[in-house]
T-cell receptor
């Protein structure tokens, strides 16, 4: 998985609670992404970053915030979790001239 | 906005059968095309990619895909599947601007021994 780690691996939240998911890379890639995976919907882009200090919205950004204070880390935050955010979250890095994406192991989040 | 369609949602095959999974995309510009595989409980792994040149690309584990520009298609093929190919397969396209991936909804492949 190209040196991409995600913490935590699993988490259960109650509605309204907050949490932060961490994605870390052990290389020097500029591009990093957060996707969510839901059954029958493939993966959908939440937010992405093209370098340290930059972030941008993807297709489904509502309810999430991100930060990229250090190049190696890309954080995804849920300020007030909702059951609709129950999903598996994958982080990815973009590598090479054509930005091939390599994924982390995922975080399974359940919001009750 | 670009989109990707995978028309086969669930495919069941016997071992040694041939496989073809359909992928169609809609995007007017230059695209990069990918197939990813996700084995049960695991993360996505890159199976193969097309950027330019020969429209028939070969990937890992005996998979190949053919890019047909006129049909906006990038179908995945394997001549003879194995039980270990049981997984979910995702087609994806990335645009040259944002460089993020747009995924199809996935095809679940079940190979029976």
């Amino acid at each position: 998985n190209a040196g991409v780690t995600q913490t935590p691996k699993f988490r259960v939240l109650k509605t309204g609670q907050s949490m932060t998911l961490l994605c870390a890379q052990d290389m020097n890639h500029e591009y990093m992404y957060w996707y969510r995976q839901d059954p029958g919907m493939g993966l959908r882009l939440i937010h992405y970053s093209v370098g340290e200090g930059t972030t941008a919205k993807g297709e489904v950004p509502d309810g999430y915030n991100v930060s990229r204070l250090k190049k190696q880390n890309f954080l995804l935050g849920l300020e007030s979790a909702a059951p609709s955010q129950t999903s598996v979250y994958f982080c990815a890095i973009g590598a090479g001239l054509r930005n091939e994406q390599y994924f982390g192991p995922g975080t399974r989040l359940t919001v009750t | 906005a670009q989109s990707v369609s995978q028309h086969n949602h669930h495919v069941i095959l016997s071992e040694a059968a041939s496989l073809e999974l359909g992928c169609n995309y809609s995007y007017g510009g230059t695209v990069n095309l990918f197939w990813y595989v996700q084995y049960p409980g695991q993360h996505l792994q890159l199976l193969l990619k097309y950027f330019s040149g020969d429209p028939l690309v070969k990937g890992i584990k005996g998979f190949e895909a053919e890019f047909i520009k006129s049909k906006f298609s990038f179908n995945l093929r394997k001549p003879s599947v194995q039980w270990s190919d049981t997984a979910e397969y995702f087609c994806a396209v990335s645009d040259t601007g944002r460089r993020a991936l747009t995924f199809g909804s996935g095809t679940r492949l079940q190979v029976q021994p």
